[in-house]
Each structure stands twice: as structure tokens, then as C-alpha cells.
């Protein structure tokens, strides 16, 4: 009889037959879970051991989400060192900080040769390549000079680093990867201090990094290290994951497979098989015994520059509703996860493009904006909208314990005043919940908090309440220029950012939504109206040739645009549980017909012209 993977995984970390091993496991196959009952066979196994030893086992996800719900279902044990990978190679490296200096440097003057090589090739000596490339050369002189003077660096994983000694995100990947691959004894530290190192979500991991487990695991593998890499190749969306590790996985190690889809049903499976294909060998799934039939529907919307975009949407909804007899497809109450290409698609569709259009841009913020980690919107997020919230909703007590933790009006609260205060306050709270947020401006909202002394506003925004736009250039002070720019906002486009971005709104990303699952889901598809130069799915729907570039690329074996575009929309399909619906905006739905029906994706009867 065959083993189960359970089994096999179980004998992978047992002693007298340790194993490293690649856990093929596709949409819905249970990952998350499997990786946990895994860690607590470890836990059994090896627990009492490690720590005596200090010794610990590490678990590296693909995102802080993720490495919070896997730490809670480990149920907080201090054995599991469980981080995204950011934070565990900054772990790793942080105490060789004259290493950190020599590569830094060493990448920095690779990087030099390079641009002085395109400068000296360039024929044209004003174009704009070159100039570019002299603008890029200067900054790495500088950043040469100024590395000199550095005696530690420092590193925020969940943020910006902007510190003239701080290291990017890309930089501690790429120097703690060679740094890994170059040294033995950081490897066998490594090796020494996590006896198991297991990597989820690894298909996204960066191939410099996943060489260097790879390089780890040669050198120290077997009896005292294993590492567990657990991932599903289709579900590759990042260009920067290693796309030949099926090829390179080594013979010895163990590879099971797990061929059931816990998450959808019949139907999306079908789909799912059909389109994950030609992306992977044995790619094929099962659903579970006693999965629904389920319902996948794809309408083809011609465009049309008068079109009402939302209308159309709403329409799919309602065609889905009769389709599948549920109720819940509906444009209310959030029961229907609608995927957009990009945040821009869902920030026009839910009235917030101005104010996240200009944000976007905003250097400062490029890590944390979508993360809701603006520390500068905290005001609104944290502070007022709550308290209107709670207001609304007649949660006095919430609102009173926020204005007594932060409103300097209750704060210290003078009792001989006490009653006088109070009354202000509540003239103030009753002004607040009148105020029509779809008219009122951002300026006109902070100015009254202001005045009403209701919370303490940080000086960016006092600074953008009274200077003039005109008055600012915008490359001295981008914040400060952003801020001005929003302030004749409606202030309502900051409660539905905050709303999107905290996942209280039906929107979501093809790309963002990976890991989680919905019971009704509608992907929308506009190459029109996105920007997104790795995608196509124009070309994956054949109404566009491929480029002389993917040509190239397929001739030389590598990966073209219709493979990642087919991956994205592995992703996006197999988030729905019971029902997807694809809408697809299109200057030629007859092709795309004759495309998805040719690939035996969707029936005709389950494709609408509109
Ligand atoms: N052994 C199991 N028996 C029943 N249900 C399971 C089992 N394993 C997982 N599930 C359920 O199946 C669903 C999918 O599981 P999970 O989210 O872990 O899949 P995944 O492999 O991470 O998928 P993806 O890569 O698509 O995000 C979840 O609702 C989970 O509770």
C-alpha cells in the first residue's frame, strides 16, 4: 500500500530515517495544516531535546499574516521560531556586521563596473539610457563613500528603511543569500541552531535564497538537519522564485504529493485540472468526497467607452444569483469577493482613486500604505473614524474610553470643570456625527479637530492644513506636497481606502488573495484598465500574439507571459469554495470563446456574450 504523505513527512523528521523534502501541494490541498500537524509531530518528538539544548525549530512564511495564524495554531510555543523570510535572514546575519560591510561593498562596486561599462559602450552620449545610467552611477559613488563611514547597520522588515545606514529589503536578501552560500560556518550555525528549517509558501521564494538552503542542506543534511520546503509551483506568481526547482530538487529527497482540494468544489476543481495542466506534471487534483457540484459562469463584455463599469459588474452578480438559486450573490453585504487586477481597479470602483492615486506615488509610504501602517493617517484610522463608528453605532463606552486614552479634552480631565468639559465634549461628539463624510473635505475635517482640540493632530497635517500647493515643490517634500494635494478631498475617500486596505469591502487582488479562500468569488479581467506589464491575459486568451520576446523566451526553454498570467489565474480561480464567476472586458469575446472552449475550460453553455 502506499504510504500517505502524513506518513511519509512523519519518517522525514524521525530519527534513524531524517529526510529533507519538497511537499508538492496545490490549491486547497490543506498546506497550512498539514504544516502544522507536522510541527507537532516534531514538537513530540524533539521538543523536550531542543530544549534543553536551546535549540529551535524555524518556520519561515510568506507573510506576517501567515506567521501569525501558524504561531497561534502552535499554540504560541516558544520551540517554533516562525517569521516571514525577511526577518529570518536578518536574524541570521545580523550579528556579522563587518561581513554585512564587505558584501555590501562588494555588491556596490559590482554594481559600479557594470553602469561604468554602459556608460563608456553608450554611442549616445545625451540619451536618455545613458544620463540615467550617469544619475545611477553617481548615486553608487556616493553610497560607496558613505558606507565607509558606517559602523552598524540596521534593518526593519516591516517597514521603511530609510536611514542613511539602513539596509533595503532587497539588500538583506541578496547579501544574507551570499553570505549563507559563501560561509560553512554560518551554515552550520544555522544548521546547529534550527535542526529543522521549514519554508511554506517556497514556490515565492527567491531563487539566490533557495540555492542557499540548497547549499545548506548539502554540506549539513541528514541525521542533524533537515529542511522541508512545502509549495505549489502553479501558484509561482513573483518572477523572482526559483522556476527550475523541480529540476533541481536532489534525487534523495523525499517528494510526496498531496492530490486532494479540501476548498472547492466539483466544478472549480474541473477548471482548476484543466487549467493547471500545462503548468505542472501530476497537477491534478481530487476533490473531496463529499464536495458540491458547485458553479463557474465566464462573461465576455465587449467594451464599450460609454459603458457603466459597475453596472455591468452588478448585472454579473445578479446573473449569478439565478444562476446558482444563492441569494448571497449580491452587490451587499460582503459575500462576494470581486478580485481586481490592480488596488487602482478597486479604488475606482469603491470612490477612492483620488486620494489613494496621489498617495500611491508617495515614496515614503510604498511599503506601508497597503499594509495600513501610515503612521501620518493614524488621525483618521485609528483616532476619529473609530469614534465616529462607535458614535454611530451608540457604543458609548468605546467612544468614551478612546477620547479618555487620547483626546487632550478628556485626558486630564479637571474635576472642578468636569461637568462643564464633558457637556463641550458632547457638543463637540454630536457635531462630529452629523457631519455628512461625502462632503465634507479632509481639510475642512481636520481644521474642526483642530479647533475643537477633539485629538491632537500630527504637524505634517497641520503643516498641509496652512500652507498653499503652489507654494511647495514637490521633490523637496513629497509628503508634505501629497498631503496639500488631497486636502479638498471628500474626507469619505480616506474611510473607504481605510475600509479596502483593512478588508472590510468586497475587493480584493488577483495577487493579494493568495492563501485565503471565499464561498463566492468574481475575477475581474480588463487589460484596458490595468497596468500590469508581468500579465497578459490578452495573449493567455489568445486575442494577442505572443511578443518576439516570449518567442525568444519559449525557443530558450524559459518561462513566457502567458505562464505567469495562467499561474495568476490558477490563484485567482481557486480561491472560491462554491461559485466563480469571470468577467472579462474584451474587444473580442467571440476568440476568447473559441479559446476557452478549444482548452475545454468552459463549456459554451457556461459562457455569456454581454
Ligand atoms: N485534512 C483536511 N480535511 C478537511 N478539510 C481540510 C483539510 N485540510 C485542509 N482543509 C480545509 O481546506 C481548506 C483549504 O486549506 P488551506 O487553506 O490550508 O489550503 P492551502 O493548501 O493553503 O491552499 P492554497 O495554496 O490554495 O491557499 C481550508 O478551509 C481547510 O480548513
Not at 183 to 188: E, G
Amino acid at each position: 500500500m502506499n504510504k500517505s504523505v502524513d506518513n511519509i513527512l512523519e519518517e522525514c523528521i524521525t530519527k534513524g530515517s531524517r529526510k529533507s523534502f519538497f511537499l508538492f501541494a496545490g490549491a486547497g490541498s490543506g498546506k497550512t495544516h498539514s504544516l502544522v500537524v507536522l510541527l507537532n509531530k516534531i514538537r513530540d518528538k524533539w521538543g523536550q531535546k531542543f530544549k534543553i539544548e536551546n535549540r529551535h525549530v524555524a518556520v519561515i512564511t510568506y507573510t506576517n499574516a501567515a506567521t501569525d495564524e501558524i504561531i497561534s495554531r502552535l499554540n504560541y510555543s516558544p520551540l517554533f521560531h516562525v517569521s516571514t523570510i525577511h526577518s529570518f535572514v536578518w536574524n541570521v546575519i545580523q550579528s556579522y556586521q563587518s561581513d554585512i560591510k564587505k558584501y555590501y561593498l562588494r555588491f556596490k562596486e559590482e554594481e559600479k563596473a557594470e553602469l561604468e561599462e554602459k556608460i563608456n559602450k553608450a554611442r549616445k552620449k545625451d540619451g536618455k539610457t545613458y544620463l540615467n545610467n550617469v544619475g545611477k552611477f553617481d548615486k553608487v559613488i556616493k553610497s560607496i563613500a558613505k558606507i565607509e563611514t558606517v559602523h552598524k547597520f540596521i534593518y526593519n522588515p516591516n517597514g521603511n528603511n530609510f536611514e542613511y545606514n539602513a539596509l533595503s529589503h532587497a539588500e538583506v536578501i541578496k547579501i544574507g543569500a551570499k553570505m549563507i552560500v559563501e560561509n560553512k560556518l554560518l551554515q552550520k550555525i544555522i544548521a546547529q541552531q534550527y535542526p529543522f528549517l521549514l519554508i511554506d509558501e517556497s514556490q515565492d521564494t527567491k531563487k539566490e535564497l533557495v540555492q542557499a538552503f540548497f547549499e545548506l542542506e548539502r554540506n549539513f543534511g541528514g541525521e542533524n538537519f533537515t529542511l522541508g520546503f512545502i509549495g505549489d509551483q502553479k501558484q509561482r506568481i513573483y518572477t523572482d522564485g526559483e522556476e527550475r526547482i523541480t529540476t533541481i530538487i536532489p534525487k534523495e529527497w523525499e517528494t510526496p504529493v498531496k492530490p486532494m482540494n479540501y476548498r472547492c468544489d466539483k466544478r472549480i476543481i474541473k477548471l482548476s485540472n484543466k487549467i493547471s495542466e500545462s503548468i505542472e506534471q501530476n497537477a491534478t487534483q481530487n476533490p473531496r468526497e463529499n464536495a458540491e457540484e458547485g458553479f463557474v459562469h465566464l462573461y465576455l463584455i465587449r467594451n464599450n467607452d460609454e459603458m457603466n463599469k459597475f453596472e455591468k459588474e452588478a448585472n454579473v452578480v445578479l446573473s449569478m444569483k439565478e444562476l446558482t438559486g444563492d441569494d448571497k450573490w449580491s452587490m451587499e453585504g460582503n459575500n462576494v469577493k470581486i478580485l481586481t487586477l490592480e488596488h487602482m481597479m478597486a479604488a475606482r470602483r469603491l470612490g477612492f482613486e483620488d486620494f489613494f492615486g496621489i498617495m500611491r506615488h508617495v515614496d515614503k509610504y510604498s511599503q506601508t500604505l497597503l499594509q495600513g501602517k501610515v503612521d501620518d493617517m493614524d488621525i483618521f484610522s485609528k483616532l476619529s473614524f473609530p469614534l465616529i463608528d462607535s458614535l454611530k453605532k451608540g457604543d458609548n463606552l468605546n467612544a468614551l474610553n478612546l477620547l479618555k486614552s487620547y483626546s487632550p479634552l478628556l485626558m486630564n480631565l479637571p474635576s472642578d470643570k468636569a461637568y462643564e468639559t464633558l457637556s463641550k465634549c458632547q457638543e463637540i461628539l454630536d457635531g462630529l456625527q452629523k457631519m455628512d463624510l461625502g462632503r465634507v473635505t479632509i481639510k475642512e475635517f481636520l481644521k474642526n479637530i483642530v479647533v475643537t482640540n477633539l485629538f491632537n493632530v500630527p504637524q505634517l497635517l497641520i503643516d498641509a492644513l496652512s500652507v498653499s500647493l503652489e507654494s511647495l515643490e514637490e521633490q523637496n517634500d513629497e509628503v508634505l506636497y501629497a498631503w496639500c494635494s488631497v486636502m479638498n478631498l471628500p474626507v469619505i475617500q480616506i474611510v473607504k481606502f481605510n475600509n479596502y486596505i483593512n478588508g472590510n469591502s468586497m475587493f480584493g487582488t488577483h495577487q493579494g488573495v493568495k492563501g485565503l479562500e471565499f464561498d463566492r468569488v468574481l475575477v475581474i479581467i480588463d487589460e484596458k484598465e490595468s497596468n500590469m506589464p508581468l500579465f497578459n491575459y490578452n495573449k493567455l486568451f489568445g486575442v494577442e500574439p505572443l511578443s518576439t520576446t516570449d518567442i525568444n523566451n519559449r525557443k530558450e526553454g524559459k518561462e513566457t507571459t502567458i505562464e505567469r498570467t495562467m499561474r495568476l489565474f490558477y490563484v485567482a480561480c481557486t480561491r472560491a469554495r462554491h461559485s466563480l464567476a469571470i468577467a472579462v472586458y474584451t474587444d473580442n469575446p467571440e476568440i476568447i470563446k473559441q479559446t476557452v472552449t478549444r482548452n475545454d475550460w468552459f463549456d459554451s453553455d457556461e459562457i455569456s456574450i454581454m
